[in-house]
């Protein structure tokens, strides 16, 4: 077995209520590596034949929750979530941090495979035995942070009953999902811990379309072996000590700091669903929330040395009891200035219910925004919501979050997510709203604009295979494949450095470096993703000529500001693409060609790709 | 624990009487005279789990996969956790004398629920009753 890795992955099927542990052979894990590289590979090989027929929320669908060979060891760690996403209908890798990731790692498997559909609501628990299925009926419909302290307190009952008088067990590594997930909203996240979601790709409708709440993981065994264990040792204080002085600014402030500065300083941060992107609320500058809410400085995920969380409680008024973490900038800007809110507390009251229902607060937020838009305009009325919905008024927002998680009155187009939601609405209501819906290839866009130029570049988004996520986008077609790795490996993003190469040499033994990376491992996983991008279906077919570009928004000048008047280049978004599909092999309208296809060993692919090419 | 922020070291206090050493019937565990640290010997351990149940804290477990007892022997005197702590800049752990530990070492042996009980009131106030 190579190293770093256990080799076991657990495949789930819920129709058949069984389970069996499987593994890849080396030549495989070398090529795609772990989380959302594997996640590629495996969706590729079980769904590939027939992609375009795959339902991304029927039973067959397959989602995989994947750590890497370096996860757990190298700081940072997450487990990234995949599948057929139901808002790109592509592969999305969404990563979360979390216990869960080393815990998964410390039961001796490296990820779990999971198709079908249960008959009933359950859970699976993962411990250093194997994995089994329990009823979750108690826990379907409850919220996040009840669900989170039932099932717990039931795991750590359960393991410490099997084994008397062996000591204290921390809990287990917990994802699950709320409401919303439960409800089948498209942009529902899977949640792990209080409030940290994998949140991209919407797969937490996924798990919901499996009947499946939770899965609990419980691990007591060793780390696997690595290749190099004195090296990894060394590596890993000297990594530490690095990010303590590089990362000073995510440290003391996690990302809050944006909330004010992005708007203020770069022009970038959505305002009313993206009709401004500036604003110079003080108020909403990260003092204002440390003095008042911050209830903790500095709280990490497992093996992380940064501690970008910081921890928020309201601990007076009407909002009394709600924690959250930081809000982030995502979801300040996405439950804050998006809505028009500028009050810290509305805004920390928002994330904690965001959480809580199961939403994901970028692309759920988006939707909301989007709905309140359409308000604004007078095209959503108050009878389709049943209140009203003013830009600023944090209780009708509280109101429409629920809504959409139910799925009631217009919740429930909402719930389709924004692209879907659009083009329903303007069926329904016979005006075209698709101008005021935010998302790139059906993927709500993040929180950070392109019209000024200061933050993402013009194709950031445009290009790329993940639509409007913020953290993969496309830059040059070499140093994007960056992120592409640490998702694959799968480690926290603000942890890096360049160490990591070796870091992943010393762990796994293969000879490993960026450019490597960058110009064959990343690219296969890349032209993995957009084939299957390209492939689409059922309900959605995506045409590379008009979709695979930014949101009508995004070529409208800025309205306010010191940067009132720019906008995106539409002519240099043209040229960059094709210079950027050019760079990772793809034709100029991001097909991948035949000479990439066979470089990369993705024949397969050769025949449906050739369809899609003019 | 299950709500961020309640994160608790689970670690032995050095209790000045001891009552892990007490409690074993086979005299496994014996106390370090240098770091004051308990110390368990493997060969003799049985694993019946008397010192967890004995310890206030519940400090002791039986390590998942030798199933012997396992009580943090700090190092042998210059604990690793301490350095990791102090280059990571959180100060959260210290080495302190036994001078200026002048309170009885027990009162530090406690079930990390329980303290985690306590933080959560400190942290979140009312909604703290609730959490854990
Ligand atoms: S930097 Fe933040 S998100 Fe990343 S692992 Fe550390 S605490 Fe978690
Ligand atoms: S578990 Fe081992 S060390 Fe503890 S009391 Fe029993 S024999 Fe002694
Ligand atoms: S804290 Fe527990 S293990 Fe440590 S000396 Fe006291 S009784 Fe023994």
């Known amino acids: 077995m190579p190293r770093g890795y256990a080799g076991n992955y657990l495949e789930v099927d819920l129709s058949k209520e069984n389970t069996r542990e499987t593994s890849f052979d080396e030549a495989t894990l070398e090529a795609y590596f772990g989380g959302r590289g594997l996640a590629a590979k495996i969706l590729l090989d079980k769904l590939g034949k027939n992609w375009a027929e795959v339902d991304p929320l029927g039973p067959e669908n397959v989602l995989t929750v994947l750590t890497g060979p370096m996860t757990g060891i190298y700081p940072g760690t997450r487990v990234c979530c995949s599948g057929k996403s139901p808002l790109s209908n592509s592969i999305v890798g969404s990563t979360v941090s979390s216990e869960f990731a080393s815990e998964l790692r410390f039961s001796g498997f490296d990820g779990l495979i999971i198709k079908g559909k249960a008959n009933s609501p359950v859970y699976i628990l993962v411990t250093d035995e194997g994995c089994e299925l329990r009823d979750a009926s108690h826990v379907w419909g409850m919220l996040g942070e009840e669900t989170l302290k039932t099932l717990n307190a039931e795991v750590v009952n359960e393991l410490e009953s099997r084994k008397p008088k062996s000591g204290r067990l921390r809990e287990p590594g917990l994802l699950y999902i709320g409401p919303a997930g439960e409800n089948l909203v498209r942009t529902a996240a899977i949640i792990s811990k209080l409030g940290h979601a994998a949140g991209y790709g919407g797969y937490g409708a996924v798990m919901g379309s499996k009947n499946l709440k939770a899965i609990a993981v419980k691990g007591r065994g060793p780390m696997p072996d690595v290749a190099a264990p004195e090296t990894v040792k060394i590596l890993l204080r000297e990594v530490q000590r690095r990010l303590a002085r590089t990362q000073t600014r995510i440290r003391f402030w996690g990302t809050a700091y944006g909330g004010y500065s992005i708007g203020a300083e770069r022009s970038a941060e959505p305002i009313r669903n993206w009709q401004e992107e500036w604003h110079d609320e003080k108020r909403f500058g990260v003092p204002y929330f440390s003095t008042r809410f911050w209830v903790k400085r500095s709280c990490s995920d497992f093996n992380c040395i940064i501690g970008c969380m910081k921890l928020s409680c309201i601990k007076t008024g009407k909002w009394k009891g709600d924690i959250t973490d930081t809000p982030d900038y995502e979801l300040q800007a996405y439950l804050g200035t998006n809505f028009g809110i500028f009050a810290p507390e509305a805004c920390i009251h928002l994330s904690s219910l965001i959480d809580n229902l199961g939403h994901s607060g970028i692309n759920g937020a988006n939707t909301m925004g989007f709905a309140a838009e359409l308000y604004q305009r007078g095209i959503l009325k108050k009878e389709d919501l049943g209140f009203e919905l003013k830009w600023g008024d944090a209780d009708a927002f509280d109101k429409l979050a629920r809504l959409i998680a139910e799925r009631k009155k217009v919740g429930n187009v909402l719930a389709e997510g924004t692209y879907r939601a659009a083009k329903k609405i303007s069926e329904i209501k016979d005006v075209d709203v698709t101008p005021y819906a935010v998302h790139v290839k059906g993927i709500e866009v993040g929180a950070h604009g392109t019209r000024s130029g200061l933050d993402k570049n013009p194709i950031s988004y445009a290009a790329s295979t993940q639509g409007g996520d913020h953290m993969s986008t496309v830059r040059d077609g070499y140093n994007d494949m960056l992120i592409v790795f640490y998702d694959s490996s799968v480690n926290c993003w603000f942890c890096r450095d360049d160490l990591i190469w070796d870091f992943a040499r010393a762990i796994t033994g293969w000879e490993i470096n960026k450019h490597k990376w960058c110009t064959d491992q990343g690219q296969r996983i890349l032209t993995v993703e957009q084939a299957t991008l390209l492939m689409g279906g059922p309900d959605v077919f995506w045409d590379p000529d008009k979709d695979f570009d930014n949101p009508p928004r995004f070529y409208e000048p800025l309205p306010t500001g010191p940067h009132k008047g720019k906008t995106t280049n539409k002519d240099l978004v043209e040229r960059l693409k094709k210079g950027y599909y050019e760079a990772v092999g793809w034709d100029e309208r991001g097909v991948p060609t035949t000479e990439t296809l066979a470089k990369l060993g993705l024949k397969e692919l050769e025949p449906t790709m050739k369809k899609m090419r003019k | ?132």
């Open chain 2, 1 to 132: 624990m299950p709500f961020p922020g309640l994160e608790v070291p689970h670690l032995c206090a050095q209790c000045d009487d001891y009552p892990c050493v007490k409690s074993c019937p086979v005299g496994a565990l014996s106390v370090d005279e240098n770091t004051k640290a308990v110390i368990v010997d493997q060969e003799k351990c049985t694993s019946c789990g008397d010192c967890i149940e004995a310890c206030p804290g519940n400090v002791p477990f039986l390590h998942p996969k030798h199933n012997k007892a396992v009580i943090c022997d700090l190092c042998g005197g210059d604990p690793e956790c301490v350095k990791a702590c102090q280059e990571g800049g959180f100060n959260a752990l210290h080495l302190v004398s036994d001078s200026r530990m002048d309170i009885h070492k027990k009162l530090f042996a406690r079930d990390p629920l329980d303290v985690a009980k306590d933080l959560a009131i400190n942290l979140f106030g009312e909604k703290g009753e609730e959490v854990v």
